[in-house]
Nanobody, 124 residues
């Protein structure tokens, strides 16, 4: 079992940057692919980015490509989401999730463990 705790959210202006962190408990973090998802009010949870267990493969939603970067530090049991050039439409609760599959996946239903989320609000 993996427990995930996100941090780093906040209120920023359009064009600003934020870095989200997600710390995992347990000694098996390095075996999980990790993903970031977000959910805006009244909308379904959507995929943002994912990274393979060894950090050698990443995947991004088209809406964040070129602006967001996912990375991980297995020694610290932590996955990061660097968000640059933030837009008001990036406003959402951001969740990290862990997946034990072999391939990097983007569907929320395929992830096994979830954090509680951190709010990101981007003002125009």
């Amino acid at each position: 079992q993996v427990q995930l705790v996100e941090s780093g959210g906040g209120l920023v202006q359009a064009g600003d940057s934020l870095r989200l962190s997600c710390v995992a408990s347990g000694r098996t973090f390095s075996t999980y692919n990790m993903g970031w998802f977000r959910q805006a009010p009244g909308k379904e949870r959507e995929f943002v980015a994912a990274i393979r267990w060894n950090g050698r493969s990443t995947n991004y939603a088209d809406s964040v490509k070129g602006r967001f970067t996912i990375s991980r530090d297995n020694a610290k049991n932590t996955v990061y989401l660097q968000m640059n050039s933030l837009k008001p439409e990036d406003t959402a609760v951001y969740y990290c999730a862990a997946d034990q599959s072999i391939v990097v996946r983007s569907a929320p239903s395929e992830y096994d463990y979830w954090g509680q989320g951190t709010q990101v609000t981007v003002s125009s």
